[in-house]
Each structure stands twice: as C-alpha cells, then as structure tokens.
C-alpha cells in the first residue's frame, strides 16, 4: 500500500505564498506521475497540477497557471506544489496523488479517475 503524506498547509493572507510538500517512502516513486488537486467545501475535486515521472511534462488547472508550479525530487521521493498569488478562491483542501497507469496525457492526468493513490490532504486558507 503506498502512503503519501501532504504537509506545507496553513493559513495565508491573499498575495501570499505557501509550499506544499507530499513525500512517500516507496522506492519507486520515479516510476509514477504524480498530481494535485483540491477540493473546497461543497464543490467536487478539482485538478491542480500534474508532472510525469520524469518532470518531462506538466499540466496545470487554468486558473493555476502562472500562480502555481509542481515539481519532483525523485531523488527524496517528493513532490512540491508552489503556489504564489493566492486568493481566497483557492481556498481548499489539497490533495496529493499518484498514478500507477502509466499514463502522461493531460486527460490522464487531470481527472481524479486517472490516479490509484491519494494521501489525506492538507488544508489551505487564504484570508481576503
């Protein structure tokens, strides 16, 4: 059973900065895309951002883009999501994911369908 665990969460003025981190001991993490998504309250999960193993390839939700940058350490078996210029409709609960289907497209990668694990998120508050 993989384990992903999210941390980096908190609460953030609007205009401010925070890093999200997701870190696994699996061994072959480097194998895997990974993704973020996020979920507020009464709304479905949403894409964030995706990277392929090899950090060849991301994608990212529209009103993410420019704000927001994942990256890979396949070395320490991590994945970060920076995100800056937040506002508070990017208020939510982040989750970390990671898929197993080989996968590298954006529709594999960009609905929640396309992942096997998920860690237990971590929340995001940005006050106006």
């Known amino acids: 059973q993989v384990q992903l665990v999210e941390s980096g969460g908190g609460l953030v003025q609007a205009g401010g900065s925070l890093r999200l981190t997701c870190a696994t001991s699996e061994r072959t993490f480097s194998d895997y895309a990974m993704g973020w998504f996020r979920q507020a309250p009464g709304k479905e999960r949403q894409f964030v951002a995706g990277?392929?193993?090899?950090?060849?390839?991301?994608y990212y939700e529209n009103s993410v883009k420019g704000r927001f940058i994942i990256f890979r350490d396949n070395a320490k078996n991590t994945v970060h999501l920076r995100m800056n210029s937040l506002n508070p409709e990017d208020t939510a609960v982040y989750y970390c994911?990671?898929?197993?289907?080989?996968?590298?497209?954006?529709?594999?990668?960009?609905?929640?369908?396309?992942?096997?694990?998920w860690g237990q998120g971590t929340q995001v508050t940005v006050s106006s």
């Open positions: 990277v392929t193993r090899r950090n060849a390839n991301t």
């Open positions: 994911a990671q898929s197993q289907k080989y996968g590298s497209s954006w529709d594999d990668l960009s609905r929640p369908e396309g992942y096997d694990y």
